[in-house]
């Protein structure tokens, strides 16, 4: 079966590291892979076009795909639009919604050729491997009521932080199975101690617990979690919370690594579609000068042959390109250190492919 990809680059750098992807994916069908490649718009690039970050259009095309890959949106172009829903960071917040992309997993994983470019010393995360469940339709990003309004003469801002039972057991399951295949050792963060949504959070993942015996399940307070990533990382395998402390954490995580610019996603909704990009954002201080890392958004390639398409041997083959151009001592200038080569986006485009050519 012809499965269809589509490719929405977005803004900033986003469509330099997507130039890099579609290369990547031109390189797997030529090593025979199956696939039929659709680009699209969306958030910043999508609003100058249509005035809406996610065009109906783009939304349908996600629909019909196996697997989206999309680069990053948003920019300081836009950051001055009033209306929050036309902002770009909508329109990724709407195909994660739209396509029930619950399941969001980020793995932080440091690739040893760059335990000098981690911000911590290279003994507290060589061997690092942890992977972030990331709970993503839900918490505190779609919680209503919401909003800014006038109270007591005042302008107040509000939000609504709420998860069921349901949407929690849903993502607990993801962690947990995930945890079956990796180190079985389960933590959920939370902040139990101050907010009843996550009192809730703690009863359902100790609910679930017996029936995977096989994992050890420890809860830990959001804050203490914060700190004992960037004081010992390696005590954690997988990490389970909430889309708001998920994307906090995942960025310190994604430091630990060398730089935010090595870190893949997956987002997967209950019939395994999935949308894959790059933990980062679309970097307008860096975007159109050719020095943004696609490594992120080649990995994100790799998850997708992985968790969407069953296609296991090709996502190897690109995970093993990418640990041999680092060998080579090639870097782009976010995880250049002292002895090693400084090179473009597209140059490690380049290296990337022609690595995945021999492997
Ligand atoms: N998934 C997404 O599309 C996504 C994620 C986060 C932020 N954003 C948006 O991106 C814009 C910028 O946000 P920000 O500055 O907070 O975060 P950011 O991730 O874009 O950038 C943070 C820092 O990391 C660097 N960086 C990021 N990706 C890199 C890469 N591939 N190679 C080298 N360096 C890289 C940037 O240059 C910057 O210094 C905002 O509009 C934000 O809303 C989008
Ligand atoms: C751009 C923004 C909406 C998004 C989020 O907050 O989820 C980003 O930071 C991420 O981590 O994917
Ligand atoms: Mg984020």
Same mark, same amino acid.
Request: include cysteine; glycine fraction near 10%; charge should be negative.
């Given at each position: 079966?012809?499965?269809?990809? +589509?490719?929405?680059? %977005?803004?900033?750098?986003?469509?330099? =590291?997507?130039?890099? @992807?579609? &290369?990547?994916? #031109?390189?797997?069908?030529?090593?025979?892979?199956?696939?039929?490649?659709?680009?699209?718009?969306?958030?910043?690039?999508?609003?100058?076009?249509?005035?809406?970050?996610?065009?109906?259009?783009?939304?349908?095309?996600?629909?019909?795909?196996?697997?989206?890959? +999309?680069?990053?949106? %948003?920019?300081?172009?836009?950051?001055? =639009?009033?209306?929050? @829903?036309? &902002?770009?960071? #909508?329109?990724?917040?709407?195909?994660r919604k739209n396509l029930g992309l619950f399941g969001n997993l980020r793995p932080a994983m440091l690739y040893p050729q760059l335990a000098s470019a981690s911000s911590l010393?290279?003994?507290?995360?060589?061997?690092?491997?942890?992977?972030?469940?990331?709970?993503?339709? %839900?918490?505190?990003?779609?919680?209503?009521?919401?909003?800014?309004?006038? &109270?007591?003469?005042?302008?107040?801002?509000?939000?609504?932080?709420?998860?069921?039972?349901?949407?929690?057991?849903?993502?607990?399951?993801?962690?947990?199975?995930?945890?079956?295949?990796?180190?079985?050792?389960?933590?959920?963060?939370?902040?139990?101690?101050?907010?009843?949504?996550?009192?809730?959070?703690?009863?359902?993942?100790?609910?679930?617990?017996?029936?995977?015996?096989?994992?050890?399940?420890?809860?830990?307070?959001?804050?203490?979690?914060?700190?004992?990533?960037?004081?010992?990382?390696?005590?954690?395998?997988?990490?389970?919370?909430?889309?708001?402390?998920?994307?906090?954490?995942?960025?310190?995580?994604?430091?630990?690594?060398?730089?935010?610019?090595?870190?893949?996603?997956?987002?997967?909704?209950?019939?395994?579609?999935?949308?894959?990009?790059?933990?980062?954002?679309?970097?307008?201080?860096?975007?159109?000068?050719?020095?943004?890392?696609?490594?992120?958004?080649?990995?994100?390639?790799?998850?997708?042959?992985r968790y969407s398409l069953n296609e296991n041997a090709l996502a190897e083959r690109i995970e093993a390109a990418v640990g041999s151009v680092l060998d080579d001592g090639l870097?782009?200038?976010?995880?250049?250190?002292?002895?090693?080569?400084?090179?473009?986006?597209?140059?490690?485009?380049?290296?990337?492919?022609?690595?995945?050519?021999?492997?």
């Amino acid at each position: 079966m012809t499965h269809k990809v +589509l490719l929405l680059p %977005g803004d900033g750098i986003g469509p330099e =590291i997507a130039a890099q @992807a579609a &290369r990547l994916l #031109k390189a797997c069908q030529e090593a025979g892979l199956d696939i039929e490649v659709e680009e699209g718009l969306v958030g910043g690039s999508a609003y100058d076009v249509h005035g809406e970050p996610l065009p109906a259009e783009t939304l349908e095309k996600a629909k019909a795909a196996s697997a989206i890959l +999309l680069g990053a949106v %948003g920019g300081p172009k836009w950051d001055k =639009i009033e209306n929050l @829903a036309k &902002r770009p960071e #909508k329109g990724l917040l709407g195909l994660r919604k739209n396509l029930g992309l619950f399941g969001n997993l980020r793995p932080a994983m440091l690739y040893p050729q760059l335990a000098s470019a981690s911000s911590l010393k290279p003994e507290l995360v060589a061997g690092l491997d942890i992977m972030i469940v990331r709970e993503l339709t %839900g918490g505190i990003y779609f919680g209503q009521p919401r909003g800014i309004e006038v &109270r007591n003469g005042e302008r107040v801002g509000f939000n609504t932080y709420i998860y069921s039972e349901s949407e929690i057991e849903r993502i607990g399951r993801v962690a947990f199975e995930m945890a079956q295949k990796r180190g079985k050792k389960l933590c959920s963060v939370d902040k139990a101690n101050v907010l009843e949504v996550t009192i809730l959070w703690r009863e359902v993942m100790e609910r679930l617990a017996p029936e995977y015996p096989d994992v050890e399940l420890t809860h830990m307070y959001v804050d203490n979690a914060a700190m004992q990533l960037v004081r010992a990382p390696k005590q954690f395998d997988v990490v389970v919370t909430g889309n708001m402390f998920g994307d906090i954490l995942s960025d310190a995580a994604a430091m630990l690594t060398g730089s935010i610019g090595m870190l893949p996603s997956a987002s997967l909704n209950e019939s395994g579609q999935g949308m894959y990009e790059p933990c980062h954002g679309s970097a307008p201080d860096i975007a159109g000068q050719n020095v943004a890392n696609p490594l992120a958004m080649m990995l994100s390639v790799a998850m997708m042959l992985r968790y969407s398409l069953n296609e296991n041997a090709l996502a190897e083959r690109i995970e093993a390109a990418v640990g041999s151009v680092l060998d080579d001592g090639l870097r782009t200038a976010d995880i250049a250190s002292e002895g090693m080569q400084t090179i473009g986006t597209d140059a490690m485009g380049d290296a990337v492919l022609a690595a995945f050519a021999k492997q």
